[in-house]
Structure formats: structure tokens, C-alpha cells
């Protein structure tokens, strides 16, 4: 493949280095780490931004007002997201939006995609499952019932689940197919009513965001408002996680840059600490870390892109993502941590932040051994020989 970036795709990621370029992430800190209180709501000011930037439509067609655009362009700018922790929904909405224009009919994206990237409607993903382990399309069942369809199971953590006016729920048919419902939780900008039987009660993750356990007890779905084409779920569930890899990266970049800086200033026994091996070695590792998580994700990411076959299907290259991002993560923030000292463990410093969001990165990811496993079964079913 070749990694080098179309101009357009540069552009999109110099679009949101200057939106972001006023974020400050020392100023929000961890609320459910620091005061036990549950943050609000998503930055508006800063979604509003976005969508007068065009970030909001990167994957919409240019019919819709959007810059018909791909996931590595996506990913840029969810990694230029992830460096300031950016809170908004900003990767579940473009994921939900883009498996619309991929996927659904004209009447949907001609009801949904314009509005949507515009910001006026807000979309978000329950990808979860029921426990958050277990697949997220066999956790609520869809039945069809002459013009409407019948959901009822459950989803937990649903990001911005009070905020979204739309939620896109996978859920598996009596005919062993997963389709994707279009539910309003009675977040802002859905265009009908919270149907009967949708109720959400709040959770919290561990970055102290506010998230969603979206109960569906026979509620019911109008049939234009559900995808059923095949294949729709799968690419969806694997931009969502590829997308993911693309913040874990950019968070990951931002924790070693500040971690440079303090070690490049932090002196003991007259010298800065970053001259002493010890350290160094430590910040090599981790600098090794983010480059494979790179190349990984931008593999990830082309081939979704491009649909490009290969000995094994796209899965092959988002489990190896997967790995490197989950792992990669959670040891770039703990070697921060550790070279930081007492500043490490301050939770009022801004590194605090980043190792709460960090590790929900991680835990949204899975363990890097499930997906070790999962890999060596595509190998097992695809033999490269």
C-alpha cells in the first residue's frame, strides 16, 4: 500500500489542527476521578466548529454538502482530536453517517445525511453489547412487523446516548442477519419521538464521561428508518474500531510529547533526567510503540477505504490495529506516569486526564489477547500459503 496522504486528506487534518488549536484539555478535568461528578453534555461551542469546518461531513457525499471523503481522513482528524481530548461525539457520529451513505436507501440519507453534516442532528453507535464483552449485534433482537420492526434487548455504554437525537443499534433478525435500527433515545434533533418501549439510564465510563444503557422492550421502528443490507453491521463495527485506534494514537503522540518536555526540564543531581539512559531507553520503547500503532492503523484504515482484498479480509488488519492500539496505549500513558513522578499521580494534573481516557481507549478496544486469538483464527481460515 502506499501511506502517503492525498491533499485532500492533508487538508482535513490541517482543517482540525486549527478548530482543535484552541482546545485546552487542562481545563476540563477528570470529573468522576477529581469531584465524583458527572461531566455534561459535549463541547457545542466546539461541535459547531467542526461542522462550519466541514469535519462533521468528511464521509458524506458531495450531494449532501459533504466532501465525500474516506476513513483515513477520518482517522487524521480523530487523531488531531485525541491530542486535545477533544468531547465530542465526533467518531460515533461520522461512523453512524457514514454506514448511512454507504448502506442506506436514498430516502434515509436524503432525510438524514445533510442535517447530520450540518451538526443539527446528532448520531451515535451502541456497539457494546449487552456486557460490553459480548457481540454487540446479538444483544437486541429485530423482528419484522408489517411496516414497522420490533426491537427488544439490551445496549450498554452507549456514548452520548442523552446528547445523540439518533441511535444506531446492530441487531439480529429471526433469519440470522443483523440489521442496523435507527432508535431516538430523546437526545436533541431526532426527527420523531422517543418510541414506546426506549428507556436510558445513565452510566459512567471511566474517563467520567456520561454514557447510556439503552433498554429496547418491544419498541418500535419504522421500517425506513432501519438498514438491512448485508455487510452494513461488519463495516460499520470495524470503522468504529478503527476510528478508535486512530485516538488512542493521537492521545498516545500528546502523552510522549509531554512527557519529552518534562523530562527534557526535570533535573536531578544537576542534569536533565532525559539524559540519563534509563529514561531514554524508556521514552525509545514507547516512541516504537506509537510507530507501529501507526502503521498498523493507517493499514487498517486503507484497506476499509479502498476495500482492497487480500489474503485475509479487512478483520485481518483491524485485529493487528486493535493489538498495537490497545497495548500501545496503556504503555505510553504508564511510562508517562512514571517519568512524570509525583506529578504522575496528581489527579488535578492534566496527565491524569489523559490516562483516564486512555484506558477507556483500552477497555473500549478489549484485551489485546482476545484479538491475538481472533487473528489466529482469520489465519487458521485464510492460509497465506
Not at 476521578?33 to 461531513?57: I, N, Q, Y
Not at 482517522?75 to 477533544?86: D, F, G, W
Not at 498516545?252 to 509531554?258: F, I, S, T
Not at 532525559?274 to 524508556?282: E, I, L, S
Amino acid at each position: 500500500m502506499d501511506f502517503t496522504f492525498t491533499e485532500e486528506q492533508l487538508a482535513a487534518a490541517e482543517a482540525a489542527r486549527g478548530v482543535f488549536a484552541g482546545v485546552a484539555p487542562d481545563a476540563v478535568p477528570s470529573p468522576a476521578l477529581t469531584t465524583g461528578a458527572v461531566a455534561e453534555g459535549f463541547d457545542r461551542e466546539l461541535w459547531d466548529r467542526l461542522a462550519g469546518a466541514d469535519l462533521l461531513s468528511l464521509l458524506v457525499g458531495e450531494e449532501y454538502g459533504g466532501a465525500a471523503l474516506d476513513a483515513i481522513a477520518l482517522c487524521l482528524v480523530l487523531r488531531e482530536s485525541a491530542k486535545v481530548l477533544a468531547r465530542v461525539p465526533l467518531l460515533e457520529h461520522s461512523a453512524a453517517l457514514a454506514a448511512v451513505q454507504k448502506y442506506g436507501t436514498a430516502k434515509l440519507r436524503d432525510r438524514l445525511a445533510a442535517r447530520a453534516g450540518r451538526g443539527e442532528l446528532v448520531l451515535t453507535v451502541a456497539a457494546s453489547g449487552r456486557t460490553g464483552h459480548d457481540p454487540a449485534e446479538l444483544a437486541v433482537t429485530a423482528r419484522r412487523d408489517g411496516d414497522t420492526w420490533v426491537l427488544d434487548g439490551v445496549q450498554t455504554a452507549v456514548p452520548w446516548a442523552f446528547d445523540a437525537g439518533l441511535v444506531v443499534v446492530p441487531a439480529r433478525t429471526d433469519a440470522d442477519r443483523s440489521v442496523l435500527a435507527l432508535v431516538a433515545p430523546g437526545g436533541g434533533g431526532g426527527a420523531s419521538g422517543v418510541p414506546a418501549g426506549v428507556t436510558v439510564a445513565e452510566q459512567v465510563s471511566t474517563s467520567g464521561e456520561r454514557l447510556g444503557e439503552l433498554r429496547l422492550e418491544s419498541a418500535r421502528v419504522a421500517g425506513r428508518d432501519v438498514v438491512v443490507a448485508d455487510g452494513a453491521w461488519e463495516w460499520l463495527r470495524e470503522l468504529l474500531v478503527t476510528g478508535t485506534c486512530a485516538l488512542a494514537l493521537g492521545l498516545g503522540e500528546r502523552v510522549l510529547r509531554m512527557t519529552a518536555e518534562y523530562a527534557g526540564k526535570r533535573e536531578q543531581f544537576g542534569h536533565p533526567i532525559a539524559t540519563f539512559q534509563a529514561v531514554a531507553v524508556q521514552a525509545a520503547d514507547r516512541y516504537i510503540d506509537l510507530r507501529a500503532m501507526e502503521a498498523t492503523l493507517w493499514q487498517a484504515a486503507w484497506r476499509i477505504a479502498s476495500g482492497a482484498a487480500g489474503a485475509l479480509p479487512a478483520a485481518g488488519d483491524v485485529a493487528v490495529a486493535k493489538i498495537w492500539a490497545a497495548d500501545g496505549v496503556r504503555r505510553v500513558v504508564q511510562t508517562a506516569q512514571h517519568l512524570h513522578g509525583g506529578f504522575g499521580a496528581d489527579t488535578e494534573y492534566v496527565l491524569h486526564r489523559y490516562h483516564a481516557w486512555a484506558k477507556q481507549i483500552e477497555l473500549a478496544l478489549g484485551g489485546a489477547g482476545a484479538h491475538e486469538e481472533a487473528l489466529g483464527d482469520l489465519l487458521a481460515a485464510h492460509p497465506l500459503g
